[in-house]
């Protein structure tokens, strides 16, 4: 059974840090692609960054490049998000997803295998 577990969110002021964490199990083979998502309380989920297995390219949402990082350990099968100079509109619970199939991690819909969240709280 492949699971998702992410951990490393709390509550932060404007200008602080955190790094999420996402370990995965149960499944063998190199994903597709894996990505971090957000959805903040009354809006959509919107894809933060994904990363592709046949590429060094990590695709960052607009509000996000250049404070957000995102990292694999391969060895741990953990998947990282690190998160610097935080805004309050950063505030939003923050998903780990993947995807084995080609289909890609653009679309929301289209990953099969998410984590369950953690909550993130950026205070001004």
């Known amino acids: 059974q492949v699971q998702l577990v992410e951990s490393g969110g709390g509550s932060v002021q404007a200008g602080g840090s955190l790094r999420l964490s996402c370990a995965t199990s149960g499944y063998t083979a190199a994903w597709y692609c894996m990505a971090w998502f957000r959805q903040a309380p009354g809006k959509e989920r919107e894809r933060v960054v994904a990363v592709y297995r046949d590429s060094d390219t990590a695709y960052y949402a607009d509000s996000v490049k250049g404070r957000f990082t995102i990292s694999q350990d391969n060895a741990k099968n953990t998947l990282y998000l690190q998160m610097n100079s935080l805004k309050p509109e950063d505030t939003a619970m923050y998903y780990c997803?993947?995807?084995?199939?080609?289909?890609?991690?653009?679309?929301?819909?289209?990953?099969?295998?998410w984590g369950q969240g953690t909550q993130v709280t950026v205070s001004s």
């Open positions: 997803a993947a995807e084995s199939r080609s289909s890609g991690c653009v679309d929301a819909a289209n990953l099969r295998y």
